[in-house]
């Protein structure tokens, strides 16, 4: 006698509309109550808002944004070319005039450090933002917005996903 049983598929963690809001709320809140513009502490945070806008906008890997080249992003024509998993490129468009500005802004005041840079999104050290990085960046944002569920780089994707499907659009887009 065969038996199969299966297990019960268990659905990804995502993130409501309003965890999302608040996220968002509290990064761009912390970048208006910085008085000095032209301190690190600035330059970081239009950094932070540029990730996260991009993470829920695009529905990038964490390992994908991490490695995505500066002349591969296409602001103006509203695109990023992305490397992901086996290696296999893809074009993922950037509808959302939101994360177009915020990577603007990202562009405008990180523009000398760029140009020495071949990859898009960098560190202090002008090196790669790690993958790491980008956890802490989303802990520290859901932590100061209040939020109790464990959110990671992957529930973003997760959450680009569902609400892409909410909105009647195919799973193979």
């Known amino acids: 006698i065969r038996i199969n049983l299966k297990e019960p598929f ?10 999302i809001k608040k996220i968002f709320e509290v990064a761009y809140l912390s970048l ?26 695009t529905g990038l890997r964490v390992s994908e944004l991490c490695n995505l080249k500066r002349k591969h992003v296409n602001i103006s024509d509203s695109f990023i070319k992305v490397k992901g998993k086996g290696n296999k490129e893809r074009i993922v ?22 140009e020495k840079n071949e990859y898009f999104f960098i560190n202090r050290l002008n090196k790669k933002l790690s993958e790491q990085s980008v956890r802490f960046m989303i802990r520290k944002y859901t932590s100061k917005a209040n939020i109790e569920k464990h959110i990671t780089p992957h529930v973003f994707r997760h959450s680009f996903a569902t609400l892409l499907l909410e909105e009647g659009v195919d799973i193979k887009y």
């Open 10 to 19: 268990k659905l990804p963690k995502v993130m409501s509309l309003n965890e």
């Open 32 to 57: 208006n109550n910085t008085s000095n513009k032209s301190s690190y502490r600035y330059m970081s945070q239009l950094r932070d808002i540029a990730v996260l806008e991009t993470l829920f906008a």
């Open 93 to 114: 468009y950037l509808g959302n005039d939101e994360v177009k500005k915020a990577l603007n802004n990202y562009i405008s005041i990180y523009y000398e450090r760029l």
